[in-house]
């Protein structure tokens, strides 16, 4: 279960209700002309399911429990999203044992410290790439592939390595000529809006989630976006955005629980690459995106939102039922008893008063705050979330009328990095 609440008056006139009902029909027609893929992602991918079911059942290595290690080799929407939910549901039963590992960063010593932890003998490697050239990517899968590297077998990797990228790609055809397992990301599925693909689910899949609960919950957002159409409280949301990006022009999602590091990391990727573009007549739009983790950043970011700029919006993401009982004990040590008032109190009350409390004080500061808060997190609520801020940022780009799905603005810095490296 999920509620949702905003606490602001989007000011909602007759200009308002055609601005959201066009945004509507854009974001209805990116998804009927197959213009944005992952609209759909939750409801038609019943032949990937059994693909990846298929695929861990037989494979010797996986089926049998004989991984140790996991290493993802991707970056930007080819890792956080999976990240995010790994970290969201680590803790939870149907976590298999074995490590994961992320490689994205070409750092060495970041790099060479993460491979130290892999026992290479018993990993089974995932490659992600929808290009199939981003040169992190692929430096480091070169990387690990001198270290697989037989001096007299050379290199066999046959059932330790899947890979995950476009149809066609050039890594694709590396992966034909050599009998390695791909999975395809459908076309018109972006990087950042793919972890409900393959890109995810496979990895997902491999740690022992219950992937189909996790695409349920995503349709039952789906669901509502579709029933509910511009009565939406995102849309609502997404207007006060748009309406006010000249003066609110950033955007905390204040998450109050330490298993959001990663989603946080996944939302300001989403929202940062989608939303930050040229706009007509060269208007620069871009709504800066910020994580923070509650209560942590009570003590940092927290001045600068209740006495700062007025130029920011918080959503609070709370976590109601942590299901852990620990409490503070009946201890009165001397001189502390001023902190005596949390004695007896459970962890997850004192956590989750901390974040009503802050939100009272940012809402009586006059900051638009809205909340979303989920009962317990699983595979269905880690889905709904995923989907949740997808579609507010399909809805806000529509509204800016920008195109959410590209980063022309990358390119430039790849360009200028061959030329310097091709010298
Ligand atoms: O969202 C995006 O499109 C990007 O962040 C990409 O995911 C990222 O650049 C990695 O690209 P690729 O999957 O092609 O290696």
């Known amino acids: 279960m999920i509620k949702k609440r905003i606490f602001f008056d989007p000011e909602i006139k007759k200009e308002g209700l055609?601005?959201?009902?066009?945004?509507?029909?854009?974001?209805?027609?990116?998804?009927?002309?197959?213009?944005?893929?992952?609209y759909d992602l939750p409801v038609n991918q019943s032949e990937t399911i059994s693909a990846i079911e298929d695929f861990i059942s037989t494979n010797e290595y996986l089926s049998h429990n004989l991984i140790k290690d996991l290493v993802v080799i991707g970056i930007g929407g080819s890792s956080l999203g999976t990240r995010a939910i790994d970290t969201l549901l680590m803790f939870s039963h149907n976590r298999n044992i074995v490590n994961i590992h992320f490689l994205e960063n070409l750092d060495p010593l970041y790099l060479i410290n993460?491979?130290?932890?892999?026992?290479?003998?018993?990993?089974?490697?995932?490659?992600?790439?929808?290009?199939?050239?981003?040169?992190?990517?692929?430096?480091?899968?070169?990387?690990?592939?001198?270290?697989?590297?037989?001096?007299?077998?050379?290199?066999?990797?046959?059932?330790?390595?899947?890979?995950?990228?476009?149809?066609?790609?050039?890594?694709?055809?590396?992966s034909k000529e050599r009998d390695w397992k791909v999975f395809y990301i459908p076309t018109n599925v972006g990087g950042r809006f793919s972890v409900l693909s393959p890109v995810g689910l496979l990895p997902l899949a491999i740690l022992g989630y219950d992937i189909k609960a996790l695409l349920n919950g995503a349709a039952a957002m789906r669901e509502e976006f579709m029933q509910n159409g511009v009565e939406l409280l995102l849309f609502k949301k997404a207007y006060y955005y748009y309406k006010h990006r000249k003066k609110i022009n950033m955007n905390i999602l204040f998450s109050y629980s330490s298993m959001f590091e990663a989603f946080n990391k996944w939302y300001i990727q989403l929202w940062g690459e989608s939303l930050g573009k040229k706009r007509k007549e060269n208007e620069r739009v871009g709504l800066t995106p910020v994580g923070l983790i509650g209560s942590v950043d009570q003590h940092s970011f927290l001045q600068l939102i209740v006495e700062g700029p007025k130029d920011k919006s918080v959503t609070f993401l709370k976590l109601k039922n942590f299901e852990l009982p620990i409490t503070v004990p009946h201890l009165s040590l001397p001189y502390l008893e001023t902190t005596d008032f949390v004695n007896g109190r459970r962890f997850q009350t004192i956590i989750n008063s901390q974040c009503d409390s802050t939100m009272e004080a940012v809402i009586e500061a006059g900051v638009p705050v809205d909340l979303i808060e989920i009962n317990e997190l699983n595979e269905e609520s880690a889905g709904y979330l995923i989907y949740y801020f997808e579609l507010l940022t399909s809805a806000v780009g529509a509204m800016l009328q920008i195109n959410t799905y590209d980063q022309p603005g990358v390119e430039k810095g790849k360009i200028l990095l061959k030329n310097r490296l091709s010298k």
């Open 18 to 38: 055609s601005k959201i009902k066009k945004a509507f029909e854009r974001m209805q027609y990116e998804r009927e002309s197959g213009l944005a893929g992952y």
């Open 114 to 174: 993460s491979i130290k932890k892999i026992d290479l003998s018993k990993a089974f490697i995932v490659v992600i790439s929808k290009s199939g050239t981003t040169i992190e990517t692929i430096s480091i899968t070169k990387y690990i592939f001198s270290l697989l590297q037989d001096p007299i077998k050379g290199l066999d990797l046959k059932n330790k390595i899947a890979v995950i990228t476009d149809r066609d790609s050039p890594l694709d055809r590396l």
